[in-house]
């Protein structure tokens, strides 16, 4: 039982999020969405809200599951007795920092694998901030993410306008 973690912060899950979940979930037999609660930084969805969106986006597969989690991610693996951790990359600037990430995460526990997906090309300018970008001013925000959250995020950046606490 090959079981991996795909870890992350989803503020909001994206269609280029999405599309690395649905590839993850045909090469491991599970794929855990490990949606990282970092105190230091506010997001626009608190961790909750991240869990049950991501979760409304991934109930037709069957071998995908959601959990939050603090702390370092090799404990969270050993928890939840997972091997293999999946990363997109996006760019060559997402290169840099990945490969730090991973060669640390293996100095950590050597029986951790890190496995990189490369972006689906049409997804590979996509990130949650300029998503939230663009819905803040108004823009559409169609096919950038799944359309059953469309609405969850146009409504939460309404009640937000005025709150400066979270950041882009
Ligand atoms: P973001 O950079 O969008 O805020 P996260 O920090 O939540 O996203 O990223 C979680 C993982 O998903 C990382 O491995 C990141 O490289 C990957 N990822 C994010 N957006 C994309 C995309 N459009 N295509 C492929 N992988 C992506």
């Known amino acids: 039982m090959k079981r991996a973690v795909y870890p992350g912060s989803f503020d909001p899950i994206t269609n280029g999020h999405l599309d690395i979940i649905s590839r993850a979930s045909k090469v491991f037999d599970e794929v855990i969405v490990g949606v990282l609660i970092n105190p230091n930084k506010n997001g626009l969805f608190n961790i909750e809200e991240r869990v049950n969106l991501i979760q409304k986006c991934v109930k037709n597969f069957n ?26 990359l996006r760019a060559v600037s997402d290169f840099e920092y990945e490969f730090q990430m991973a060669l640390m995460n293996n100095k950590l526990n050597p029986n951790i694998e890190t496995v990189f997906m490369m972006t689906n090309a049409k997804y590979s300018y996509l990130s949650s901030s300029s998503v939230k970008q663009v819905a803040m001013f108004g823009g559409c ?24 606490l979270w950041k882009l």
């Open 63 to 88: 071998n995908v599951k959601v959990e939050s989690f603090s702390g370092l991610l090799i404990n969270f693996m050993k928890n939840v007795e997972a091997t293999v951790i999946v990363k997109g």
């Open 141 to 164: 925000i169609k096919d950038l993410v799944p359309d059953i959250i469309i609405n969850d995020i146009i409504n939460k950046l309404s009640k937000e306008g005025d709150n400066q």
